[in-house]
């Protein structure tokens, strides 16, 4: 099955071996995000709704490069450092996921800088493009 490549305009180099995204038969599959900016420095150190934002943000560049929407996803895998932050992550989620939910789930682990509260990854289906 070919694959396709998603890098949306402004990325930056990944800390390590992987792309942003990939479209393979109508899907895409979007990398664990983190809250980084364009020197892959944490944005928003200790706010954990404000990182929820930029993640999401991100991930919804990378499905909009090809075509998709947020009402697209149909799966989430988040990670968080500290469960006192899950209202302030699901608060967030929430605006960018209004009306039926995507399904998910929530692990509780470290994360690849300490400052990151969040990761994300994500799944879209946005038809055979």
Known sequence: MPKTIVVPEGTSKP?????PGTLADGVVYVSGTLPFDANNDVVHVG??????????????SVIETVGGTMEDVTMNHIFITDWANYTAVNTV???YF?????????????????????????VAHIGRR
Not at 15 to 19: G, M, Q, T, V
Not at 47 to 60: C, F, M, N, P, Y
Request: aromatic share 6%; hydrophobic share 40%.
């Open 15 to 19: 800390i390590a071996p992987f792309s």
């Open 47 to 60: 706010d954990a709704g404000a990182q929820t934002r930029h993640v999401l943000e991100t991930i919804k």
């Open 93 to 95: 989620y929430a605006e």
């Open 98 to 122: 209004p009306g039926d939910k995507p399904a998910r789930y929530c692990v509780l682990c470290g994360l690849v800088k300490p400052d990151a509260l969040i990761e994300i990854a994500s």
